[in-house]
């Protein structure tokens, strides 16, 4: 049973009211005129348009020149260079143990030998007095704090015995075995110097 196709008409558009008419469309798998063999252009796409040419690569937006973006950035300086770390050091040299001052020993001392006799032997007693530049013999004698002496310059107290004016007791002073008069006793003395006192008494 043969497909009855419609076979519409269509103004001509001339404005006469003709009507131009057109021919049907080929049934399925007939071949329509200026169709090649095996072409169809019935419901679908057909073929397609395969892998044929195409339209080349492609309009595209691109290809982009290398977006610039916010680099290079020039090189961090970051937190240094530092300087040398000075370290702990240099120490200063280690003082050490010295150096010492001189070791004073009996050279660097004057000895005050007090000698009480059989009178007063309690007063009977040696000092050891350091020595310093300018030391007398009176200031050696004061230094030992058991010789005193009065306004005159005379001694007038050793140990608390009174020996002044008035007294009956004699004091001699003898520097290194020499006896020192009382008009004296501002000798110098020299480091190592032995002086002696001695008490008597007369009646």
């Known amino acids: 049973m043969g497909v009855q196709h419609a076979n519409p008409h269509v103004s001509a558009g001339c404005g006469c009211g003709s009507l131009r008419a057109f021919p049907a469309p080929p049934a399925p798998g007939q071949q329509g005129p200026g169709q090649a063999p095996g072409q169809q252009i019935g419901p679908g796409f057909g073929p397609g348009f395969g892998p044929g040419p195409g339209f080349g690569p492609g309009f595209g937006p691109g290809p982009f020149p290398p977006f610039p973006g916010p680099g290079p950035f020039p090189p961090f300086p970051g937190p240094g260079p530092f300087p040398p770390s000075p370290g702990p050091g240099p120490f200063p040299p280690f003082p050490g143990p010295g150096p010492f001052p001189p070791f004073p020993g009996p050279a660097r001392f004057v000895t005050v030998f007090i000698n009480g006799g059989r ?77 002696s006192l001695e008490l008597s008494r007369f009646f």
């Open 119 to 195: 009178q007063f032997p309690w007063l009977t007693r040696s000092y050891n007095i350091p020595h310093r530049f300018g030391l007398t013999v009176r200031q050696a004698l004061a230094s030992t704090g058991a010789v005193q002496f009065g306004l005159g310059g005379q001694i007038v107290s050793v140990g608390g015995v009174f020996t002044g004016p008035g007294s009956n007791i004699r004091t001699t002073v003898r520097l290194n075995g020499r006896v020192i008069p009382p008009g004296l006793l501002n000798t110098p003395v020299q480091p190592g110097s032995f002086i």
